[in-house]
């Protein structure tokens, strides 16, 4: 690492731009001195740089040499620029100290405000004020944050010393504190400090400014950050946040005070309209907390001339704003008596099926081109205008109402924690988390739930806004819900719900319905369509679904898929009425036997085919040849009643049975007998399997359906397999067509997803008439992990930066990439242009498609939902290297 | 396949030469044709070449096209050569149908004698050999091995209805039968065979011997021979014998015939004396199946004029053969009516010691040159000489003796069946396999065994042949040993043993001893070390040796090893008074708990490495940091009171070890959360042996021990492993010397194993300074197979040809060669001539050597006792790529 030549940038002067001042400045301190530099009211400041924090992080939270000298230099500036002094008291210099990353990540990191106060200062602050009780009331909040976030002490410690004093004094509320019940709670706070940390509370403001700034670096790596970039896929490599120092301005100095946030389109519905909420006399974090229950931003031109001005300036604020953003912009402000502060502004955070209405709009308005629209889209975000709707027709009874704070229909049984969340989704339930309020401590629940359920809070609380950011389905500040923790209840009118008992919510209207309500499919909205037909003008791979039934196929083909990448037989084989017989033919002590028991398997299997094959109507559908070893068949040793009547019923006895359970076992099955392994030793397996293809594909097209069958034959590392299974195929393919007379067009291929198939795809190429690559088995043997197993240690590796991002999630482009270079490259050169698909789960991942586009596949492959997504992704990659080919 | 211009050969004439010959005509074929053009006495014939019998298994056992009639046009030739027809009355053709792969398997494949006759042509040998018994003996002979070899008839049903014959007219010997026994015989044999396949025994010549060639043809693929391939590592890819079509010549008309084999040299010594046995009225398979006790090759000179010139003749032959053939040659020849045939001659299987006398000899005698000398010795048989011998002071019993077949000591527990041997060896158990006379079927257990044991056969036995070619310690002919299969017990003189009593012998003596007789290091022969320092000449990789405890170390150096390639730290773990604490550290449920459980390890550990270092001063040691999941050092769930003893030792609850034992649980160990992940998640376990390994480096240095230890790395997959281990090995090593004041010149690397280690080698070499193929682990995430559970298609593999080789055996050069390939040339890139080695199985395998040499490797590391064959394999491999670079 290089050292760097500054550490502080002051508010628009000299700040970097281009794509990489992200990186050196963070979000918010980019937009405030892009803010500054329009002439927009901010308090002046400067923000110290993210490798600032990377330097301190890196050096073992040191501080990089210099940092203390060039700090010292900008406060003087700040002093004379704004005519107050450090400590001062007669005019006291207080600061907020807040992070900023490139990447935002809300409320996850720390932030400390009214940083400047000490004994001294907060005379000063009262005699400028002339307003006693504030600077007392701001110096206890400073003891208690600072506390807090610097010097480790415990905020319900806080609470406590607050709770004893109102009681002595029998005061009800915070506002109805004297200035000297306050100032006897600033000693008792002072007091606790000191006990707590050894050490009376600090009354340098340059040390609180040191220890607050390295608090917030610091507060880069508290497990809530490190979670929320493991779940946004944050990449590890960029380390670091920024940290604005700035002026404080105070929202809560009264009635013509106030603070709070504000979108300039609808973030939910992408409707061109202001959408905000403030507080008067309150400060930002009161807005966020949802402790109080906020304004709309339209009542502001009611509340008298001053708030009609202010309204007006922030309107035309925001035009300027999305001017120069191009995008629907997401601002916090402050009012301080009567004058108003912008402390922040980005790119704000909306829904699904906002952000296609919003990119829809911006063209219209002649803002950004097609191409930009497109870029600009999460393709993640794309499936939720696919999620299904509450039935319209169905009866429901609605039990209560909140806000719709982020769309979709969820139904699950309620729990009321976090952890509890988890650990029920894990156990395979559906979820709704039901919580007061909700914290950064909620996120992993969040993520696992179906919905979410708050009592408090409005459409900018942290519920809201996480949970649109994450697509999840929201209604917040139901106030009709009462929360029991004590004995887990939530009681909503005469009604009282346990935990585990099923809720339906609407993000949509926010209503709240008593049981599981049935749930639709949605109609496709015209954005989503217009959007769709752009992206498909765009791409250069086809999308391909990975379905093994008819229903996922016809879901699939909805959504614009071209074709099933990956039919996984083996689920076929785990239905009831079949299990049984292939455990027996797994049992089977000889060739006649097991041959008798496919026979039975064949009819089951061709009629799945059938199936699949009329839902694919005219589109090729790729299916792999059984994959799974077949221990995974069998029954686990402790099912002795199972294992006794099974072995009856078959004809074996109970030893035999569980003996070749015992032989089948396996040290590593991931390497095992499996795959085509299986297909060399019992050619009879693949044989039923084909002819069941052969025969469905006869059937079918004689009904007239199209049908173009893929026959795959996975986990290969030669092409001897090759050239076997080819010729297996082939053989049993000619019996099937010349005994009912009927040509079918097949073609037969593999699965790339062992390093030697990529080694040697020159020499497999020259059997197998496409590839497919199956990246998942490919990355866990490329990289020498289990997929079962990595979970004790990739989690670590991403946090240690040792894996930039999960390389099953997203292909690790230097290793796994090599080789699907190479695979691609050798089996081109000797079957030039043939098909070569991936059917992997990196295959929908939005990160990986530029990647993919370059390596040249024919199509990308994934699951009937992530299909749209996969749609945008792709044309993203296709604009994204048609730009770069172009430079 | 292109279509065969040519099926057959007539020996001698048109045949192909030169390196390729072998697999056309097969080691027979060209033996034949070679001795025809010298003017040797060959009966003629002519040999079908492998190519057609690979043509006739890949069609699914079809003649290919034309070969039938290129047969007749042959046929007629021999006819009109000899003077004799098929089926003639008068002087009918007999042929001999043999198989002759390209590599020798001695007794694996069939062969048919007295092809030709019928119940007319029997008439003519009558008449033309003017000896009707003969005749007569001769067709029953030919039903037999026809029946038995062609017709799928059961050789002991023929025994069975020869014993009722003999038992109706109470005959002795089978040379006590009559003409006319004879000819009852031979109807009752003939109804035997229409009734086992339902057709008469063929009479037409022509049909005998299609069918004939045929069922040579398919005995390519009999199991014998398919598990003689395998052990002996034939590759799957040269698929079919050649099938020699011969006139018959008869040893057994009389006292004035015979048959025997020789070796131009012993066998068992390599000292130069013709070494032969033979069988006067016998046919070929007598001697070799040990029946009877051959007569010596000396014996021949004094038995009269006639044999005398035989003897002559033989002597005169053999120098001519081994001026051909420039080695040790083995003939078979058979004297019919005082006229010698030769029947077959190739260069003789010996044993170790033997190839080293027999090369330094044929030198000497200007035969061949050093190169030449060194490219053919098998470095697999060099290891025999330094097997133990018995101590010469110890008192042993001698309770018997039998021919030195094969030398060495062997010490084992007797057992008398080839599948017990196997189960006993397979259990960790010393074996020594005892049978009558071993045949084909024998050849598993033998591999098995420490040692074979014979009560009947020669040295030319299948017992001998079998036990020399692979090196085992081998007393046949042992007539004092009785047998008894029923109570499973040998007598020998008045003792008796039963199965699993130990017993001793002496390979090279052929002494039997009682009990266990203990063995000593035997000194390295002249010859040996002479060979060894041509070998070091040559080569250009060093030689190191896998060992992890002194004693393994001082044995390797006394083979020669130049530094130790591997020491693997966790077998030190397992030790008894160590695995308790190693199990205490992984139970630990805090970093203070574990740290202080490692402390108490690193005694241990260190005192390993300072007995290492000592046994290997001046050499370097490379030392692997822990590699195996943690679970491995844990107990089995079953072993409760061990589990609940402990626990309690250790100041845990039963249920927290157990549901440890549960986590820590893998799905696929292999690919699980080992090697340098656990250096990452848990450095104090690194840091433990880094300052165990540089404390003993400080220890021995100060005793003027020159210690060069090598760290290193496994598993890993990143160089950012690699950058957080060197800092974690650098800052501990050097807090280490600090502390002392003593320098230690060390080094820190990484063992290549993971495809992505060797995609990504050249960021990984940044931070590695040398580098170590483990191309065990390489080869099963190349491939996808688990090496434990490869078992069970691995072996169908190579039958099949998928697998020309076990790739963990020998170095898949199409797949994992071409990783490696890149991992050097990316590695270098960057660290422009780093160290280089391998450590893997592979490391010591011969066939792998001229890879690995052309790879630029620098060195190679395998177990101790394969160090000598590494030299000399090493050094092969340089004068072949010497060669080829010639060219």
């Known amino acids: 690492m290089a050292t760097l030549d500054k550490y502080c940038y002051y508010f628009g002067e000299g700040n970097p731009s281009g794509p990489g001042a992200k990186l050196v400045l963070g979000g918010k301190g980019i937009s405030l001195g892009v803010m500054t530099n329009m002439g927009l009211p901010v308090p002046p400041g400067f923000t110290?740089?993210?490798?600032?924090?990377?330097?301190?992080?890196?050096?073992?939270?040191?501080?990089?040499?210099?940092?203390?000298?060039?700090?010292?230099?900008?406060?003087?500036?700040?002093?004379?620029?704004?005519?107050?002094?450090?400590?001062?008291?007669?005019?006291?210099?207080?600061?907020?100290?807040?992070?900023?990353?490139?990447?935002?990540?809300?409320?996850?990191?720390?932030?400390?405000?009214?940083?400047?106060?000490?004994?001294?200062?907060?005379?000063?602050?009262?005699?400028?004020?002339?307003?006693?009780?504030?600077?007392?009331?701001?110096?206890?909040?400073?003891?208690?944050?600072?506390?807090?976030?610097?010097?480790?002490?415990?905020?319900?410690?806080?609470?406590?010393?607050?709770?004893?004093?109102?009681a002595k004094y029998s005061i009800k509320g915070d506002t109805d504190m004297t200035v000297e019940h306050l100032k006897e709670l600033i000693i008792s706070y002072k007091e606790y400090v000191a006990k707590k940390t050894g050490a009376p509370f600090p009354q340098d403001p340059k040390t609180q400014l040191a220890t607050g700034i390295s608090a917030v670096f610091d507060s880069w790596n508290n497990p809530r950050a490190i979670s929320y970039r493991r779940i946004n896929k944050i990449s590890a490599e960029v380390i670091g946040t920024g940290v604005t120092v700035m002026a404080m301005c105070f929202g809560n100095m009264g009635e013509t005070s106030g603070t709070g946030v504000a979108f300039t389109r609808n973030a939910s519905t992408g409707i061109k309209e202001i959408y905000g909420e403030f507080l008067t006399n309150a400060q930002g974090e009161d807005v966020v907390a949802g402790i109080r229950t906020p304004l709309q931003f339209s009542q502001m031109t009611t509340m008298g001339p001053m708030w009609a001005g202010i309204s007006a300036q922030l309107v035309k604020i925001m035009e300027t704003l999305e001017g120069y953003y191009k995008d629907m912009v997401d601002?916090?402000?402050?009012?301080?008596?009567?004058?108003?502060?912008?402390?922040?502004?980005?790119?704000?955070?909306?829904?699904?099926?906002?952000?296609?209405?919003?990119?829809?709009?911006?063209?219209?308005?002649?803002?950004?081109?097609?191409?930009?629209?497109?870029?600009?889209?999460?393709?993640?975000?794309?499936?939720?205008?696919?999620?299904?709707?509450?039935?319209?027709?169905?009866?429901?009874?609605?039990?209560?109402?909140?806000?719709?704070?982020?769309?979709?229909?969820?139904?699950?049984?309620?729990?009321?924690?976090?952890?509890?969340?988890?650990?029920?989704?894990?156990?395979?339930?559906?979820?709704?988390?039901?919580?007061?309020?909700?914290?950064?401590?909620?996120?992993?629940?969040?993520?696992?739930?179906?919905?979410?359920?708050?009592?408090?809070?409005?459409?900018?609380?942290?519920?809201?806004?996480?949970?649109?950011?994450?697509?999840?389905?929201?209604?917040?500040?139901?106030?009709?819900?009462?929360?029991?923790?004590?004995?887990?209840?939530?009681?909503?009118?005469?009604?009282?719900?346990?935990?585990?008992?099923?809720?339906?919510?609407?993000?949509?209207?926010?209503?709240?319905?008593?049981?599981?309500?049935?749930?639709?499919?949605?109609?496709?909205?015209?954005?989503?369509?217009?959007?769709?037909?752009?992206?498909?003008?765009?791409?250069?791979?086809?999308?391909?679904?990975?379905?093994?039934?008819?229903?996922?196929?016809?879901a699939a083909r909805r959504f614009g898929c071209e074709g099933v990448g990956l039919c996984r037989t083996e689920h076929m084989f785990f239905e009831?009425?079949?299990?049984?017989?292939?455990?027996?033919?797994?049992?089977?002590?000889?060739?006649?036997?097991?041959?008798?028991?496919?026979?039975?398997?064949?009819?089951?299997?061709?009629?799945?085919?059938?199936?699949?094959?009329r839902a694919m109507d005219g589109l090729p559908v790729n299916i792999r040849l059984l994959d799974p070893p077949l221990h995974e068949f069998l029954p686990h040793l402790e099912e002795v009643d199972y294992i006794k009547t099974h072995a009856k019923q078959i004809g074996i006895t109970y030893e035999k049975y569980v003996s070749t359970i015992r032989s089948l076992h396996e040290s590593n099955p991931m390497l095992g007998f499996r795959g085509v392994r299986l297909g060399v030793l019992y050619p009879e397996i693949s044989e039923m399997q084909v002819r069941a293809i052969m025969q469905a594909a006869v059937v079918v097209q004689t009904e007239g359906v199209v049908c173009l069958p893929e026959i795959m034959i996975p986990v290969l590392f030669?092409?001897?397999?090759?050239?076997?299974?080819?010729?297996?195929?082939?053989?049993?393919?000619?019996?099937?067509?010349?005994?009912?007379?009927?040509?079918?067009?097949?073609?037969?291929?593999?699965?790339?997803?062992?390093?030697?198939?990529?080694?040697?795809?020159?020499?497999?190429a020259e059997h197998a008439e496409y590839f497919s690559f199956g990246t998942n088995d490919l990355t866990q043997t490329t990289f020498g992990i289990s997929r079962d197993d990595g979970s004790k240690f990739i989690p670590a590796y991403q946090e240690n930066g040792i894996l930039p991002t999960d390389p099953f999630a997203t292909i690790d482009q230097d290793g796994v990439g090599q080789l699907m270079k190479l695979a691609v490259e050798k089996g081109r050169s000797v079957r030039p242009g043939m098909s070569v698909g991936i059917c992997g789960e990196q295959g929908g991942d939005p990160d990986s498609a530029v990647f993919l586009c370059k390596l040249g596949l024919s199509y990308v492959s994934c699951s009937p939902f992530r299909v749209p997504g996969a749609r945008l992704a792709t044309a993203q990659a296709a604009i994204k290297v048609m730009q770069e080919e172009k430079k």
């Open 718 to 764: 030669s092409d001897k397999e090759m050239a076997r299974l080819k010729e297996l195929v082939t053989r049993i393919a000619k019996e099937v067509m010349d005994a009912e007379g009927v040509v079918v067009k097949f073609k037969c291929g593999t699965m790339i997803e062992l390093p030697r198939a990529c080694l040697v795809a020159d020499q497999i």
């Open 576 to 613: 009831k009425e079949r299990i049984g017989v292939v455990r027996e033919m797994i049992l089977a002590e000889s060739f006649e036997v097991r041959s008798e028991a496919l026979s039975r398997l064949l009819p089951f299997q061709q009629s799945d085919f059938e199936g699949i094959f």
């Open 331 to 554: 601002l916090e402000f402050t009012i301080e008596e009567g004058k108003l502060w912008m402390l922040q502004a980005r790119a704000g955070k909306r829904t699904g099926a906002a952000m296609i209405q919003i990119a829809l709009d911006l063209i219209k308005e002649g803002l950004i081109t097609k191409e930009e629209a497109l870029l600009r889209m999460d393709p993640a975000k794309l499936s939720e205008v696919l999620f299904p709707m509450f039935d319209k027709k169905a009866a429901k009874t609605v039990i209560g109402k909140g806000l719709n704070a982020s769309p979709g229909a969820a139904v699950g049984q309620i729990v009321f924690h976090s952890d509890a969340c988890c650990e029920w989704a894990a156990a395979g339930k559906k979820v709704i988390l039901v919580r007061e309020e909700t914290t950064p401590e909620d996120i992993e629940g969040m993520v696992t739930a179906a919905g979410v359920l708050t009592v408090r809070g409005g459409l900018s609380s942290h519920a809201a806004v996480v949970a649109r950011g994450m697509g999840r389905t929201a209604v917040v500040g139901a106030g009709c819900c009462h929360i029991n923790m004590d004995n887990k209840t939530l009681t909503i009118g005469d009604r009282v719900y346990q935990e585990g008992d099923y809720l339906s919510i609407d993000g949509g209207n926010g209503e709240i319905y008593d049981g599981q309500v049935p749930t639709v499919d949605v109609e496709f909205g015209e954005g989503f369509n217009q959007i769709m037909a752009w992206a498909d003008e765009y791409r250069t791979m086809k999308i391909r679904t990975n379905a093994d039934n008819p229903a996922d196929c016809a």
């Open 48 to 166: 110290i740089s993210c490798p600032t924090c990377q330097a301190y992080i890196l050096s073992g939270n040191k501080w990089p040499k210099g940092l203390e000298e060039e700090l010292d230099t900008y406060i003087a500036r700040l002093e004379k620029d704004l005519g107050k002094s450090f400590g001062s008291t007669e005019d006291p210099l207080l600061l907020s100290v807040r992070s900023g990353a490139a990447v935002s990540m809300p409320g996850m990191m720390d932030t400390v405000l009214n940083l400047g106060l000490n004994d001294a200062a907060v005379a000063g602050l009262a005699k400028k004020t002339g307003n006693e009780r504030f600077a007392f009331d701001a110096y206890r909040r400073f003891i208690q944050m600072y506390g807090d976030v610097v010097l480790g002490c415990e905020h319900h410690d806080f609470e406590k010393i607050l709770n004893a004093l109102k």
